[in-house]
Structure formats: C-alpha cells, structure tokens
C-alpha cells in the first residue's frame, strides 16, 4: 500500500474568502483561537459577536487568505471599527471587548467622542482653538465684515465661532 504525504486542508478553499479568527484569553485556562464554522468567519460576523459578548475576553483578531497567500493581525482594525459602531450608536462599549479596544486602539488616530467631552476638555478645546490663526478662506467673515465693518473681519473669530466651525469641518 503506497502512503501519500498530502493531508486534507481544514481552510476554506474559495478564491476569495477572507477569514477571520479570534483569539482569547481564557484566564488560568490560557489562549485559545476560538472554535467558528466555516459560515461565521466572515469580518461582520466576527465584529457582530464580538459586538454581543460571544468572546469573554479577545486578545487579537488575524485574518489571512490562503488563496491570495496572505495574513495579518487585523486587531488594530477591528478595535477602531467596534469602537466606530458603538460611538455611531452612541453607546459604551461592552465590558467583554473594552479592554480589547483600548489595547489595540491607535492612540495616534483616537478621536474624543461627543459622550467623552467634559466641560474641562470643551474649555480646553475652545482655548485651544482660539490661538490658532484665521484661516484664509472663512465663511462666516462675509457676514461679519457686512455686520461690523471692515476692521472686524481682520480679526481672529470669536473662540465659540472657531470651535463650532473646527468640528463641522473636522
């Protein structure tokens, strides 16, 4: 009998599947990629789960495509998008994925949102946005030219008008 060195694969075999698996941490009991049909590895479907709590405490997410012969910790990814949707629903994030998305969370790109704005960071905000100089294209110095006079428009604007203006266009 001729043995043969081939060994059936257990990844998907479609050209163009991406899958997504999930790592977490089950305490004294270790690591482990956690078990996912072959229908449920799919970005959205991992996001969703992790959105309902399915993984108690996720360390990193990896995504790779056999066929395009690729993979990649997608963590950093993933984090800024669950944090995207719960901001989008003005919610907190679960207890289960927060410590996941602080983890992976790019510090460089993390964006106040409205819930986080104390009083303290808004007056900062404002004070902030004050000292910088006007910008050279301003809609609103029409108006104020044509309400106060030349001389007005020359003027650096009012800190509230440069902070509403600066989240509109930011």
Not at 35 to 62: C, F, H, K, M, W
Not at 148 to 166: C, D, F, I, K, Y
Request: charged share 30%; net charge negative; glycine share 2%.
């Amino acid at each position: 009998m001729r043995r043969s060195s081939w060994t059936p694969s257990i990844v998907p075999n479609d050209n163009d599947e991406t899958v997504y698996l999930v790592a977490d941490d089950f305490g004294r009991f270790g690591y482990a990629w956690c078990e996912a049909d072959y229908e449920t590895t799919d970005l959205e479907t991992v996001i969703r789960d992790l959105l309902t709590g399915q993984y108690s405490n996720p360390i990193r997410v990896v995504a790779f495509n056999t066929a395009e012969r690729w993979s990649e910790d997608v963590s950093e990814d993933v984090a800024a998008e669950l944090r995207r949707r719960c901001d989008l629903q003005m919610r907190e994030l679960p207890s289960t994925i927060s410590d996941f998305v602080e983890r992976h969370e790019d510090r460089d790109r993390r964006q106040l949102t409205l819930r986080s704005l104390t009083p303290t960071r808004i007056s900062r905000a404002v004070a902030y946005l004050s000292r910088m100089p006007t910008p050279a294209f301003d809609p609103l110095r029409k108006d104020r030219r044509q309400q106060h006079g030349a001389e007005a428009a020359e003027g650096p604007l009012p800190a509230t008008m440069r902070a509403h203006s600066a989240f509109l266009l930011h």
